[in-house]
Every structure is written in structure tokens, then in C-alpha cells.
């Protein structure tokens, strides 16, 4: 890791613990903190990864020094995370989707690894809880674990978005039935470029709802 890399995740990290201390709509700003730090990076398993590790350390950091109003504020949270890791799946989907449109470009290998780093979506979530409780003081890893129980034993929004995503892309792939030429790791890439750009720009158009709402009720008499 990069010491800019690491940089951004500390700003990301001290983004979500002031988010979660404001103690407004946490969810929402938790989501669009997220998808912003998606859409700056290389979007692969790691980089998801890393960032969701630092929200969820956010929020705790916040979460671990105030009231138990706070306290409540750590699983809307994880559900601003959550929200953000089913759009990121929306982006492998897309990214994947212009992929099999030019499947002639792209190697079966590659698109196989994508299909595997949106398949991965729901286990960075619930790992990342698991992490969370690890590593955490007593009253956030009670939080934190009972929501990866529960992430664990009933599965999760991201869980059942994700398989629905790659159910459609799997069709797609069967209905082509044709064969790929093989390219190479910069193809990968590319899709990850393609849905990092995506992903972008979804937060920018929540970014931009979210700042509209908050002119209008500055505005309001």
C-alpha cells in the first residue's frame, strides 16, 4: 500500500467518524462518503476491501467515545456501507455487461475474475463486521458482532443484489455461447476502470441530491 494510499484512507476514516458524530441522516452520508472513495480508486476486491475497513473503523472511532444515541448510530452505519457496496455491484454489472458487448476483446479468464470480484461483495461486508468486533472495545464489538451473526445467518441486501447481478450476467454469457479471445491482465483492468467511472458518477449525482436538500432547507423561512 502506497503512502498515498494510506493517506486516503485515514482522511476517508476521519470522513466517516465526523459523519457519524454529526448524527445526521448517517446513513445517507455514510453511503456517499463511500461511493466517493470508491469511485477514486482502482476498483478491485482489495481496494474494496480497504475502504470498507475504514469506514467501519470510522464509525466505531465515533462510536466508541460517545452516547449511546451514537452507540445506535454504528448499524446505520454499516447500512450507508451496505448501500454503497450494492451500488458498486451495479458497476461490475454495467462494466461487465460493456464487456460481453465486445466479448471478442475481452478473454473468458478476465471476465471470469470480475464476475469474482462482484461475487466477493458480500463477504467483504460481512468480514469487515468481523474485523470491526476484533478490533474494537467492548461496546462496538458487541454491535459489530451481532450484526455479522445476523449478516451471517439471514444474508444480506448486498448478498441477494449481488446474485441477482451475476444470475443476469451468467444468462448473457450463455445466450453469446461464443468464444473469447484471450487478453491479458490489462483487460481486468479496464473493467474495473469502466465501473470505478461508473461508480463515480452515481456518487456524484447522490452528492449533488444531497447538497440540493440542504439548500433548501437552509433556504427555508
Do not use: C, W, Y
Amino acid at each position: 500500500m502506497t503512502e498515498n494510499t494510506e493517506k486516503n484512507l485515514r482522511e476517508l476514516r476521519k470522513n466517516v467518524q465526523e459523519a457519524v458524530e454529526k448524527n445526521e441522516d448517517v446513513q445517507a452520508a455514510v453511503r456517499d462518503i463511500t461511493l466517493k472513495a470508491l469511485g477514486e480508486g482502482e476498483l478491485d476486491k482489495d481496494r474494496i476491501k480497504s475502504v470498507a475497513e475504514a469506514v467501519m473503523q470510522g464509525a466505531g472511532d465515533a462510536v466508541a467515545r460517545e452516547s449511546q444515541q451514537m452507540k445506535e448510530s454504528l448499524g446505520e452505519a454499516a447500512a450507508g456501507l451496505e448501500q454503497a457496496l450494492i451500488q458498486a455491484a451495479d458497476a461490475f454489472r454495467l462494466a461487465i455487461e460493456e464487456a460481453i458487448g465486445r466479448v471478442n476483446e475481452f478473454s473468458s479468464t478476465e471476465l471470469k475474475r470480475s464476475l469474482n470480484d462482484l461475487d466477493s461483495l458480500e463477504d467483504i461486508f460481512v468480514e469487515t463486521l468481523q474485523r470491526t468486533a476484533k478490533s474494537s472495545g467492548e461496546t462496538v464489538r458487541t454491535i459489530a458482532e451481532d450484526m455479522a451473526t445476523h449478516a451471517r445467518n439471514s444474508g444480506t441486501s448486498v448478498g441477494q443484489h449481488v446474485a441477482r447481478n451475476i444470475e443476469s450476467l451468467q444468462n448473457r454469457l450463455r445466450e453469446l455461447g461464443a468464444d473469447t479471445a484471450e487478453a491479458g491482465e490489462e483487460v481486468a483492468n479496464r473493467i474495473g476502470k469502466i465501473a470505478r467511472g461508473i461508480l463515480a458518477g452515481i456518487g456524484e449525482t447522490l452528492l449533488t441530491i444531497a447538497e440540493g436538500k440542504k439548500d433548501q432547507k437552509g433556504n427555508k423561512p
